[in-house]
């Protein structure tokens, strides 16, 4: 990489950062309970609308996970989910009615709260119905993971967006409130990811997963990426380029080994097929919101419509993080 | 006769103090050094919590770099103060702030009352020494190290390098072998008093204030000029992974602990509230003294720095993804491509099935659809049967499929009419076993119904494709095991090559093939190539077919062929 690329992309950095800035006039806040952050303690960054049903259960996961505050956006919610996170006593709530799409899908709104809360803690971005496994995530606190990589200082930690789905059409059964997703939707695909280069930042592209493998088999190109950078050692001079899938700059994208071994990484489980799904579909076919003309949700909604059951023969039945690991999804790298 | 405990602490001192109460209270000394880098309150709070222990001392606070001689001036300070305030320590043990108890201390003083004079301290010269990180072992002693290695990296290393370069030594004083070894170590009064009231010790200490690292060697080498009984071990169970920083406890590692029967261990994770809870509360056991055995806490971490160097092969993942090369297997097991067979036996998959036990699958890179075994629309791992998937990223596909299927050996049909991206990929691929009838292509056409022309410019077509593999298996750089022929040879003695592929795929199986698969029908084959011949194109492939010369009556014979032996 030359010297003009690199400082390209050092612009491109300063531009976002600059962008962020600006859309933080589009943030209302509405509770901010940031002064009772400590340091060392580690935040979680999310942006929704009408998640209501699924907070509970998201607010409790991370929770016993050792996240000490919620830094969240709601992005003109009309289900109850700003009153009900208002009421939490550990999260500071911000909210907009401004364009998701504008603000390049939440990105611009998260980065510039992490500039201004996040500068030096370790930092999670996730959205409502991702759930971040980690090695030993059973037995070992997400402290003990930030202890470790900041003692190897390593400053950003990967984790794969594993898509999991039911038996059986999406609304089979619905979700209730406080419940555990993975209960209804307990499958993934184990091994049908392909993963290339992005030489640019320096990031590994990941497709695949029962989404390519239902809907996008004969465009695969277009099939969302899966390749997830959430947990990150904060500095206000970084920012997520696009979702969390990558960063600036461009050292942070480097969670991948190039020499054969491995390093640590975990998996984001991605509850997204439940009964909600179609009616979420549905009203983002309408607010028109979502990434690249919302081509992702069309190609579910035709999917969707003919009752598509993204369970096969050779979905596993998710177990544990060492299931995960033994698969070669994750790995625990040198942490033992 | 006790044991006195000298501590260095520059973290978590609330889980310090927790350790030091617990030796003390036990009537075991203890002399704590705190790094002069933390904070006077904490530092404060610390010497308030073990303020009603008499039998705690605090040693002057020096700046401990990591590196430097601060940590070894602390030691000499702090076991100074041991010597002279408790006169009946008898072993003097150095741990850090961050250690833990595993078993009684009152077991550790039986241990060491068995041993009164032994030292123990890990203490290698230079040229053993395989764990040295960066590559400084010697020249540790010889160089220079103006450079702070955490803050000034680059001026460390340009420094270091230019010392090489010009050829720079210092001398090592007269008498002195250079040793290495762990930090952590136990030794006796007599030792430790020799080390210190050792009449050239301003002498020494100035040289090895300059030595890179010399806590890991000032003692180390020091203890072998005034002592016979050296143990060379630590007490201390610390492991070291691959960036030469240590291995970290957590609670799931309870029982490990329990079973390693080892005195100390560390680094503890401080937040592990389970092993402190567990190992602080031990009395001792009626059982006999058993000796530290750490064995399968070597074989973990062992094997998690083996999973972070080298990883596991053929796996291409978020965090694993090698560049060209560097992959140490570029599948992660062995497989076979056969091109021709398909072409020149009827129902070759089936029939190799049988003969190997293995999955056997068409052409799973036809141009029109994945031919998986047994016509699967998705296969292990959720792998889909899309053309559009499957070239859209042909090496994922491979490695995919190869790691998914992992003990499960995998076969497939390839051809010049499939896509060739991988062509390259598994020529390098040591997993790979390639068997080509070179020609075979030319059969199906032989029996289509397609107009001569057009068969003509397909033949042309292939076996340019064709040639152009068979060339490239030819490339030093090959890795797989390959085998060629071309189809009038393999025509000539089928079975010999076969059983040879056969006992490669499953060697164990030993068993003399009985079932030889049906060779299509060749009868008028010779004629058909002189009729490309005659129409301009010339198929070289397929080796010396006479026109009119049918091969034997093998395949002519109805029925189910057997072989005889």
């Known amino acids: 990489m030359g010297i003009f690329s690199q400082y390209m992309l050092r612009l491109a950095r300063k531009r976002w950062r600059f962008r962020a800035f600006r859309k933080r006039r589009e943030l209302q806040s509405v509770v901010n309970r940031t002064k009772a952050i400590k340091p060392e303690q580690i935040l979680l960054f999310s942006t929704l609308r009408n998640e209501r049903v699924r907070l509970p259960f998201f607010l409790r996961y991370y929770r016993s996970l050792g996240i000490s505050h919620f830094l969240i956006v709601d992005n003109n919610s009309d289900d109850g989910s700003r009153e009900y996170l208002a009421a939490q006593p550990d999260v500071s709530l911000w909210t907009t009615k401004a364009s998701y799409k504008r603000s390049r899908f939440g990105v611009d709104w998260l980065n510039w709260l992490q500039s201004k809360y996040g500068h030096g803690h370790w930092t999670l971005v996730v959205d409502p119905d991702e759930f971040f496994v980690y090695p030993f995530s059973d037995t070992r606190p997400l402290r003990a993971l930030t202890d470790w990589l900041d003692a190897s200082s390593i400053k950003s930690f990967s984790a794969m967006l594993l898509d999991m789905y039911p038996k059986g059409p999406f609304d089979l059964t619905p979700y209730q409130e406080g419940q555990d997703p993975f209960d209804l939707a307990p499958y993934f695909d184990s091994g049908n990811y392909v993963v290339q280069r992005n030489y640019k930042f320096g990031n590994l592209w990941i497709q695949g997963g029962p989404r390519m493998r239902m809907f996008f088999q004969d465009m695969p190109e277009r099939a969302p990426a899966l390749n997830k950078i959430p947990l990150v050692k904060w500095d206000r001079a970084y920012t997520y380029v696009s979702s969390t899938h990558m960063l600036l700059p461009r050292g942070l994208n480097l969670t991948y080994d190039e020499w054969g071994g491995e390093k640590a990484s975990g998996c984001l489980l991605h509850a997204k097929f439940l009964d909600t799904f179609a009616l979420k579909a549905e009203e983002e076919m309408q607010r028109r919101q979502h990434y690249a003309n919302s081509h992702e949700y069309r190609a579910y909604r035709a999917g969707v419509s003919t009752q598509p059951d993204l369970w096969c023969k050779w979905s596993e039945k998710y177990i544990n993080w060492r299931q995960l690991e033994i698969l070669g999804l994750m790995s625990k790298g040198n942490w033992a | ?565």
């Open chain 2, 1 to 565: 006769m006790t044991i006195g405990f000298v501590m260095l602490c520059h973290t978590a001192l609330e889980r310090a103090s927790e350790v030091a109460r617990h030796w003390a209270i036990r009537n075991c000394p203890v002399v704590i050094h705190v790094d002069r880098r933390v904070a006077v309150a904490k530092y404060d709070a610390l010497v308030k919590s073990l303020a009603d222990l008499e039998n705690i001392r605090f040693s002057g606070r020096h700046a401990c770099e990591w590196g430097t001689w601060g940590i070894v001036a602390a030691t000499q300070e702090a076991s100074m103060i041991m010597l002279q305030d408790f006169p009946t320590v008898r072993h003097v043990y150095l741990a850090s702030g961050s250690c833990l108890p595993l078993r009684p201390v009152e077991e550790l003083i039986a241990y060491l009352s068995e041993r009164p004079r032994t030292n123990f301290i890990e203490s290698v010269t230079t040229e053993d020494v395989g764990w040295t990180i960066g590559g400084l072992d010697l020249e540790r002693f010889t160089l220079r190290f103006p450079f702070s290695w955490r803050k000034q990296r680059r001026l460390f290393d340009g420094y270091v390098r230019l010392q090489r370069r010009l050829g720079f030594r210092r001398q090592i004083p007269k008498g002195i072998m250079p040793h290495l070894g762990s930090q952590w170590w136990c030794l006796t009064r007599q030792t430790l008093s020799a080390i210190l009231e050792n009449p050239d010790r301003a002498e020494i200490d100035s040289y090895f204030s300059r030595v890179w690292i010399p806590d890991e060697s000032y003692f180390q080498t020091m203890v072998r000029q005034v002592s016979d009984s050296v143990e060379s071990r630590s007490l201390t169970l610390s492991k070291f992974d691959f960036q030469g920083k240590p291995h970290i406890f957590y609670d799931d590692h309870l029982q490990l602990l329990r079973r390693s029967d080892c005195f100390v261990a560390r680094k503890i994770w401080p937040h592990a509230d389970r092993l402190y809870q567990s190992f602080m509360g031990n009395e001792p056991g009626a059982q006999a003294i058993a000796e530290p055995n750490p064995g399968k806490i070597d074989r973990l971490f062992a094997k998690a720095v083996e999973r972070r160097t080298k990883g596991r092969p053929g796996l291409y993942m978020q965090s694993r993804h090698p560049n060209e090369n560097w992959e140490n297997g570029r599948t992660a097991a062995p497989y076979s491509m056969f091109e021709g067979f398909s072409d020149l036996f009827e129902n070759f998959e089936v029939w190799l099935g049988k003969a190997t036990g293995t999955r056997v699958h068409g052409h799973i890179f036809a141009p029109d659809a994945v031919n998986f075994a047994g016509g699967e629309k998705i296969y292990n791992g959720a792998i889909c049967n899309s053309t559009a998937t499957r070239d859209y990223n042909p090496t994922s596909f491979l490695t995919n499929l190869i790691w998914n299927t992992r003990g499960e050996r995998q076969c497939f049909q390839f051809g010049p009419q499939d896509n060739q991206t991988l062509i390259y990929f598994m020529a390098g691929d040591p997993n790979a076993q390639i068997s080509i009838i070179s020609g075979a292509w030319a059969i199906p056409m032989f029996h289509s119904n397609r107009n001569f022309s057009d068969i003509r410019r397909e033949a042309a077509r292939l076996q340019k494709i064709e040639a152009h593999f068979l060339n490239e298996l030819r490339k030093p750089w090959v890795k797989a095991r390959v085998r060629t022929w071309t189809l009038a040879e393999f025509v000539e003695n089928p079975m010999e090559p076969l059983q040879n592929i056969v006992d490669e795929i499953s060697p164990r199986a030993m068993r003399r093939l009985t079932e030889a698969p049906r060779l299509a029908d060749l009868s008028g084959f010779g004629q058909f190539l002189q009729n490309l011949r005659n129409q301009g194109m010339q198929p070289a492939l397929m080796g010396d077919f006479p026109t009119g010369d049918d091969p034997r009556p093998l395949h002519a014979r109805r029925g189910r062929p057997y072989l005889v032996k």
